[in-house]
Structures are given as structure tokens and as C-alpha cells.
């Protein structure tokens, strides 16, 4: 905080050689909060003025919005400059994120090599292991002495991502092993890659879902993958903080669904009005049609309310306690399915526990809320054995479709996040009224005739 407010007094009384110090000292992610926090005018100075390596680290934790302000304000020979100190995979997600004419304008000021590796990203399917690949890496040759291979990381290290994890290929990108910098250092100078390195490697394919390289980093806690293609050739690595990136957006993607909202990824306050209204406007349409059923079934047991009116006081208990019941089950299994720790086989065995689970839970509600009804609140029994039986019943059945219809989404290959929140509360809404209505029915003598 006070490394800031010397910044702006630096920067108010144009001693920008001073601000330029202080800046520098900073690590880059703090940098480039401070500047999106700051007017646009200010934030363009202190981002020249930054030292050319630590901008670039700076640009890769800016906001697309960030971005996209410097990108246009910045002349073709800074805007070069710059492009030549980014990583490929961060100039390929900027390139995705920019609108068509910021892109047209990166891509003319990047070389040549960059362009081609760019477009060759870009091709990749969108949640691909290959749209997420990084093309910079350390390469070694299995018959490099160790004191070889060091050197040889000397030299690519400065452009690479990470040194930490070095792949051994043949002379037509073969994939034949890895090995860590730090069995290198430990190694004797004098010992050959190919007897150190590890040749049962884990990779992944550049067509795989992302997901699955996500599920290798968490099983093996690995800080890069190796990205083959279709004949084995390495084709890049996927490294930890774009794995880290990727399950932030699916979490993030997961709520938005999980809320009835379609998925997107710029920030709130930096989204206009009419694109988060149309993100939202289709699942509120569709659930607010969805709802008309429920105001068909009020409306078929009209009469029926006209004679017994008390039970229109317990209609939003059962189908609150039901949307509810049925959430709490999705929203465990939506996540089980995330982790890996549920899988569409285990559909069988989630549906029995649900269900055990439904039948304590509802039991002690339907208790507490007949003792409430006929005990406390002195009302008919009839009606308090109608409200008990119809929250046992409504209860079972909602933890039971809360728990299967993620199930279901995803053996359908659909995100399980779309059957959350929203969508299991209308249909459970709609199932608890018909149970309700029915058991008034049954239990309400002056109703069954």
C-alpha cells in the first residue's frame, strides 16, 4: 500500500525514474492489480515505463479490457517489442480473447515463427489440450552428457516456461523420456541422459479434453505435462499455472450454470448491461415457462383449494423443503463428478445412499412439522398428516433427482452443472404440488368426495 501511494506521488510529480524504481521492485501480479485499479491515462505510463521483461510478466495478469486498452494505444514498435518477451501460450490466449481487429493488429506486429506457432495453437479444438499448450519447453538428446544437457538449459532457459522438467527427443520430436533439473544437478557431470532419464512418461494427446490433463496434475501433483500428437511427437507441455487457469474457469463456468446463467468469461464490472442481460434471459425464459406448469397444477386444484383454503398456507413449505432437499443432493453430486470422486457407474450406490439419507431427513422433518401443526399450532389432523406425508414423500423423491440427473447429464455428455439449483427446483416444485394435492385427497375427508 505504501509502495503505491509513493508511486502516484512519483508519478503526480513526474519523477517517473523514481516510480519506475519503486515499480520494479514489485512482484508482477501485485503490479498489474495496481493497475487495473487506476484511470486508463495513468495506467498506460506506469506500463511503459515498467523494464521490458517485467511488462511482460505484468501483461500476462492483466484483464482481457487491460489488454485490449494497451494493445490499441501502443504503436507498432512497442506493441512488437512487447510480443517478443510474451510466452507463445499467453499471446495465443490474448489473441483468442481480442476482438477481430486487436487480434488482426497483434498478429501483424509478431514475427513470423510466433505467427504460425499461434495459428497452430488456435486450430486445436477449444477445450483441448492443445489450445492450452505452451510450444516453449527444454529439449535434450538422450546421448548429451549431463554437463551438456546443464549447458544446453543455460541457453534455452531464458524463453522457455519452466527448466524444471527437460524432455528427451529423438530427431523427429519422438517423445523418449524425461527428466527433472534437479537429477540432473545431483547427477555426475560425466553421465549420459539416456541411462538418467525416465522413459515411462505420462502425457497426454492434443486432442484430449483439458479435464483429463487436469485430473494427471492433481493424481501425480506434476508442475508440466508433455502434449503429443497423434504418432507421439511432442508437440508442447502444459504447465501448472495454466492448468491452475483452467480450473478456475471451469469452477467459475459451474456456477454460472449452477445459477441458470450461460457461461462467460469476461469480468462483471467490465461486461456491458445488454451481454450479462442476454447471458441471462434464456434459462429465466425457459424456467419461467417451465413455471407454468406449476400455475396449470394450482389452477386444475382450484376447487379443491376452495374447500380446504388452509392449504394454501403449506404450499410454499413443500415445495421450498423439496427444492431445497434437492439441491443440497446435486450440488454434492455435481461436485463428486467434478473431482473424479463420482463416476457415472456409481449410480447405483449414490442413489441408494440418497435415498437412506431422504429417509432420516424426512422423517424428523415430517415429525417436527406434524408436532408444529397439530400439536402447537392446533390445526385439523387431517391437514397436519397431509403436510407430514407430503414432505416424506416430496423429500425422498427430490434427493433422488437431484442425485441422478447430474448422473444422467453426464453419461449424456453435458455439463452435470446444468441440471443444478434452478432446474432441480421446478421440476421437484412440480412433483411435491402433485404429491401434495393427492395426499389432500386421500387424508381430507370433505375433499375425497
Known amino acids: 500500500m505504501e509502495s503505491i501511494e509513493i508511486i502516484l506521488q512519483n508519478i503526480e510529480q513526474k519523477n517517473f525514474v523514481a516510480a519506475k524504481e519503486v515499480l520494479s521492485s514489485m512482484n508482477a501480479p501485485d503490479i498489474a492489480s495496481f493497475l487495473c485499479d487506476v484511470d486508463s491515462s495513468t495506467m498506460l505510463l506506469l506500463f511503459r515505463i515498467l523494464p521490458k521483461g517485467l511488462a511482460a510478466e505484468v501483461f500476462a495478469f492483466l484483464s482481457p479490457y487491460t489488454q485490449q486498452l494497451i494493445v490499441s494505444s501502443f504503436s507498432d514498435t512497442e506493441l512488437s517489442t512487447l510480443l517478443q518477451s510474451l510466452f507463445v501460450d499467453d499471446l495465443a490466449d490474448l489473441i483468442e480473447e481480442m476482438p477481430s481487429n486487436v487480434a488482426g493488429k497483434i498478429l501483424k506486429n509478431a514475427t513470423e515463427d510466433t505467427r504460425k506457432i499461434v495459428n497452430q495453437i488456435l486450430q486445436y479444438p477449444e477445450n483441448s489440450t492443445g489450445s492450452i499448450l505452451t510450444t516453449e519447453y527444454i529439449k535434450l538428446k538422450k546421448n548429451m552428457s549431463v554437463a551438456e544437457a546443464l549447458e544446453n538449459i543455460r541457453k534455452q532457459g531464458i524463453k522457455t516456461e519452466t527448466i524444471y522438467t527437460c524432455y528427451i527427443t529423438d530427431e523427429n520430436r519422438f517423445l523418449q523420456g524425461v527428466i527433472s533439473l534437479r537429477d540432473l544437478v545431483l547427477a555426475d557431470q560425466t553421465h549420459i541422459i539416456g541411462d538418467l532419464m525416465t522413459t515411462d512418461v505420462i502425457s497426454v494427446n492434443t486432442t484430449d479434453d483439458r479435464e483429463i490433463a487436469t485430473e494427471i496434475f492433481k493424481k501425480y501433483d506434476f508442475i508440466a505435462l508433455p502434449v503429443v500428437d497423434h504418432e507421439k511427437r511432442l508437440v508442447g507441455i502444459i ?66 383449494l376452495q374447500k380446504c383454503v388452509i392449504l394454501t398456507a403449506f404450499m410454499p413449505i413443500i415445495m421450498d423443503t423439496g427444492g431445497n432437499s434437492g439441491n443440497q443432493a446435486s450440488t454434492l453430486i455435481v461436485r463428486g463428478l467434478g473431482t473424479g470422486d463420482i463416476h457415472t457407474s456409481d449410480f447405483l450406490k449414490v442413489l441408494w445412499k440418497e435415498l ?69 427446483t421446478t421440476v421437484v416444485d412440480i412433483i411435491s404440488l402433485v404429491v401434495f394435492f393427492s395426499f389432500a385427497k386421500i387424508f381430507i375427508p370433505e375433499l375425497s368426495t
Open 239 to 304: 504447465t501448472v499455472d495454466d492448468i491452475i487457469d483452467v480450473l478456475e474457469e471451469e469452477v467459475t463456468e459451474d456456477f454460472q450454470k449452477m445459477a441458470a446463467i450461460e457461461p462467460f468469461d469476461e469480468k462483471y464490472l467490465e461486461t456491458p448491461v445488454l451481454s450479462l442481460a442476454k447471458h441471462r434471459i434464456f434459462w429465466l425464459m425457459f424456467l419461467m415457462l417451465a413455471g407454468t406448469v406449476i400455475s396449470g397444477i394450482i389452477e386444475h386444484f382450484t376447487e379443491l
Open 356 to 424: 437412506r439419507i431422504a429417509v432420516l431427513v424426512a422423517s424428523v422433518l415430517s415429525v417436527v412439522m406434524f408436532i408444529k401443526n397439530f400439536i402447537l399450532a392446533r390445526k385439523d389432523f387431517a391437514v397436519s398428516l397431509t403436510v407430514s406425508c407430503s414432505l416424506v414423500v416430496s423429500i425422498i423423491i427430490a434427493k433422488s433427482i437431484g442425485s441422478m440427473l447430474p448422473i444422467l447429464a453426464k453419461k449424456l455428455k453435458l455439463d452435470p452443472a446444468t441440471m443444478a439449483s434452478p432446474m432441480i
